[in-house]
DNA sequence: ATAATTAGGTAGGCTACCTAATTATATGGA
DNA sequence: TCCATATAATTAGGTAGCCTACCTAATTAT
C-alpha cells in the first residue's frame, strides 16, 4: 500500500481532471455556464441587477475575464449591459427572456447531476464531502498566501 | 441553509479552481513538473524506461500532449528520448541527472506538503476523502461514458 | 481644481490541453 | 516476400479559460 500523502495527492490530481470534461450544454462554454448560473443566482429577489465586480468575486476570476465571458453572451443574446443611473462606471448585467430560459434549463440540469450525485454517494457521504472539500480548500488557500 | 446538491456543486467547483493555483518550482510549469513525476515513477525498479504512450495513459493526456511536454524538458535538459533497439517506433524517456534531482526535490515537496494536508485533516479524514473523491470521479466518469 | 480610487474594457499572451494528418516502423496473412 | 494494416510518435494548428498590463470614464476625497 503506497503512502497517505502519495494516494490523497493521486486521488486530488485524478478528481481535478474531471473539471474538464462535462459542463457544455446549447453550445455554451462551461465559463458561459457558470457565468450564466452567477449572473441568474445574483439577481435572484434583489431590486439591483448584479455588477461585473460582484460576478468577478462570485466566480473568483478577474473583472476583464468577465468582460470577456458577458461579451460573448451578449453577442449571443443571452445578457444585456444595462448602465446603473446613480454611478455611471456602473454596469448591470441583466439576463434577456432568451437568456433566462437557458439558464433555467441550465439549473434544473445541473440539479439533476448533483441529485445523482447526492443519491449516489447518501446524504451523510454529500454532507462529508462538502465539509472536507471545504478543509482542504481553505488549506490550500492559506499557503498560497502564506508564500507570496 | 441551501439545498444539498447546490452545495456539493460549490464545493466541488471552487474545490477544482485550486487546480490552477500552486504546483510551479524551479521555473517549472505544473504540466512538467506532473510528467517528470510520472517519468520518476514510470522507471523506478524497471529495467525498461517508460515511453510516451505509457506518459499519454499515466497522465490521461493524448501522445502529441506528451510529445509537446516531453520537447520542453528535453531542451531544459532534464530529460532524454532513448530509441528502443527492438522497436525502433519506440521512444524511450530516461531523466538525465539534472532532471533526477530536481525530480528528487519535487517529490520531496510534495510529499511535505501532502503531508501537512494529511496532518492538517488527520489520517482518518484523509482516508474518507480519498475514498470520496475516487467515488465521485467513477460516478462522473460512468456518466460521461453513458452520454457518448 | 486636483489627486486618488473605482468600475469596466481592450489588447495580447499564456497554459494545458485537443484533433487531424504525417512519418516511421512493425507485423500478420496471401 | 510483399502488402495491407496497425501502432508509436511527431508535426501542425487550434481552443478554452484564464491572466497581466494598460486604458478611459466616473466618482470621491482634499
Known sequence: MEELPHRLLHAIRQFQKLSHTGHTMHGLKRSEIMMLMAIKKGNQGKEKHITVTDLSTALKITSPSVTQVINVLENSGYVERVN???DRRIMRIVLTDKG???????FQ?????????VDFLGEEKSNSLIE????????FSKEANRKE
Open 109 to 117: 440540469r445541473m440539479e439533476e447531476k448533483y441529485s445523482n450525485l
Open 84 to 86: 446603473d443611473q446613480q
Open 100 to 106: 433566462n430560459d437557458i439558464t433555467t434549463q441550465i
Open 132 to 139: 472536507l472539500l471545504d478543509e482542504v480548500y481553505s488549506f
